[in-house]
């Protein structure tokens, strides 16, 4: 056996495998994910439905006000603590009048478009 061929095959997998690597890297860079960055809006509540499962709001002070369905989404309390589930503190039905911060995800498909809450704060919630 040789000298040069038993020195040459690390490094030829050392190269194959950086290549290998680099390849990896770039698709991996090319591809897109499945994640959105919401949209953060503040303003006062105009109106939470009979149910709690919508909700109209002025953005910051503007009229007229802007609605949202709502689902169950993270909420954060008056306290700074964030909670999974359902009610939302400062949207209780029929309530009206208080300061919140939200975040909202634009959806938009070939066959419809529409705006999902991702989350409520309603640390700065007054009213």
Known sequence: MDIGEINSKPALLVVAGLVVAGVGFGI???LQTDTA???VFQGTVSAVSIKGD???VS???RQPGKSFGLGAVPWKD???TWHDSSPIEC???LSQGQ???FGVV???DPGFSTDLVAWVDCSNATG
């Open 91 to 93: 949207l209780k039905p």
């Open 59 to 61: 953005l910051d002070g």
């Open 37 to 39: 960055t919401p949209q």
């Open 106 to 108: 634009h959806v938009n």
């Open 54 to 56: 919508k909700f109209g």
């Open 28 to 30: 991996g860079h090319t």
């Open 78 to 80: 008056i306290d700074g």
């Open 99 to 101: 300061d919140i911060r």
